[in-house]
């Protein structure tokens, strides 16, 4: 079985409109919600083997957040410029190059491609969930879609049953 942490990057500052979209850092509310799902995950137990990460600052700084938070700074990180604003394909295409020997995997990253992405694997779970992500992907929030494959180059549409979705505004 794998498992897949699908987690946006919080709510980013506008605050300096010469930098770059890339350069965009975290703001307060997206600090919080990064806090809030990172002890969300570290209190429901889990076990992230590897985090593939955007290079886009407010994604990085999400990650890097939500794992401070978690107590975890052993957990591998690879920062990655491929999966910045790159379309739900190549996030898919990179998971399934992830290393069998992971068994939960969490990719930080960015909408439109996470929401196209968390829609296309799943093809089951609990109703309040999937009604939840079909209607949007929340900055902060972080899906958790399980799958009955022994190698990620396995997954495939509709393959995932969505385990949880949690929304950073409901943990406050």
């Known amino acids: 079985m794998k498992t897949l942490y ?6 980013s500052a506008w605050d300096d409109p ?12 997206g600090r919080k919600a990064a806090r809030l799902v990172g002890h969300e995950l570290k209190d429901r137990g889990a076990r992230i083997g590897l985090v593939l ?13 939500l794992l401070e ?8 990180m690879e920062r990655e410029r491929g999966l910045y604003l790159c379309g739900a ?3 898919l295409e990179r998971l399934r190059d992830a290393p069998d020997s992971v068994s939960s995997l969490m990719l930080v990253a ?7 992405l968390a829609r296309e694997l799943t093809g089951s779970g609990e109703e ?5 992500l079909a209607e949007k992907f929340p900055t902060g929030a972080c899906a958790v879609i399980l799958f009955e494959a ?13 385990a949880d979705f949690i929304l950073p505004r409901k943990l406050s």
Do not use: Q
Request: glycine content about 4%; some cysteine; charged content about 35%.
């Open 6 to 11: 699908l987690m946006r990057h919080g709510k």
């Open 18 to 29: 010469s930098l770059d979209d890339h350069d965009r850092p975290l703001a307060p509310r």
């Open 53 to 65: 990460c955007s290079t886009a600052r407010r994604a990085a700084d999400t990650a890097d957040r």
């Open 69 to 76: 938070v978690m107590d975890a700074p052993d957990i591998p």
């Open 89 to 91: 394909r190549a996030l």
């Open 110 to 116: 960015h909408n439109p491609d996470l929401h196209d």
């Open 128 to 132: 309040r969930h999937r009604a939840a």
């Open 150 to 162: 022994a190698r990620w180059a396995d997954l495939d549409s509709g393959a995932g049953r969505l």
